[in-house]
T-cell receptor
Framework: GAVVSQHPSRVICKSGTSVKIECRSL??????MFWYRQFPKQSLMLMAT?????????EQGVEKDKFLINHASLTLSTLTVTSAHPEDSSFYIC?????????????FGSGTQLSVL | GENVEQHPSTLSVQEGDSAVIKCTYS??????FPWYKQELGKGPQLIID?????GEKKDQRIAVTLNKTAKHFSLHITETQPEDSAVYFC??????????FGQGTTLQVKP
């Protein structure tokens, strides 16, 4: 399958600082990427849809000023958690849509564990 | 809104037995149904998927069935092995757009 690279895998930061997470499609171009959030022992919740060259579409209840998304190229989307607080601690995962021999499929990055102290 | 219900939440089987996980979706316009395996601390890995124009798909020990009328789809794992132990998620979407995930099933395969 297509490879989605996410970095960093783990980050610990102080409350009030901002953290940037990168999501790259390594062997394909992704006009659309998705950002999810996952709490321990829970399912994945979609936060926003990232569209190359345009504004992201946020799900209801997700603060767009807190979770800044930039999709400046066809292979890179970034999620910045601004002024992070302990309640933002979570596992953040990106996904990208790739064309395969069996049609379009959605592949996920390896995730970023964010811990805010 | 769109919803996907997944059962059971936990499943324990003996090595070599079969495991079945079931999902029900609410959005009748959904036409793409992937299954993901997630190991602890890692991102979900696509293991199999099915589109609404197909009723069944098989890949070695894994198979997925879809009943569009009932809006049900299921994952079947045969000859389970300890390395199959993980959390499995079903999902539904329209045209590989945003995925709506089920709640997940923790599968434990006992040696």
């Amino acid at each position: 399958g297509a490879v989605v690279s996410q970095h960093p895998s783990r980050v610990i930061c102080k409350s009030g600082t901002s953290v940037k997470i990168e999501c790259r499609s390594l062997d394909f171009q992704a006009t659309t990427m998705f950002w999810y959030r996952q709490f321990p022992k829970q399912s994945l919740m979609l936060m926003a849809t990232s569209n190359e060259g345009s504004k992201a579409t946020y799900e209801q209840g997700v603060e767009k000023d807190k979770f800044l998304i930039n999709h400046a190229s066809l292979t890179l989307s970034t999620l910045t958690v601004t002024s992070a607080h302990p309640e933002d601690s979570s596992f953040y995962i990106c996904s990208a849509r790739a064309e395969t021999g069996e049609g379009e499929k959605l592949f996920f990055g390896s995730g970023t564990q964010l811990s805010v102290l | 809104g769109e919803n996907v219900e997944q059962h059971p939440s936990t499943l324990s089987v003996q090595e070599g037995d079969s495991a079945v996980i079931k999902c029900t979706y609410s959005d009748s316009a959904s036409n793409y149904f992937p299954w993901y395996k997630q190991e602890l601390g890692k991102g979900p890995q696509l293991i199999i998927d099915i589109r609404s124009n197909v009723g069944e798909k098989k890949d070695q020990r894994i198979a997925v069935t879809l009943n569009k009328t009932a809006k049900h789809f299921s994952l079947h794992i045969t000859e389970t092995q300890p390395e199959d132990s993980a959390v499995y998620f079903c999902a539904a979407s329209r045209n590989t757009g945003k995925l709506i995930f089920g709640q997940g099933t923790t599968l434990q395969v006992k040696p």
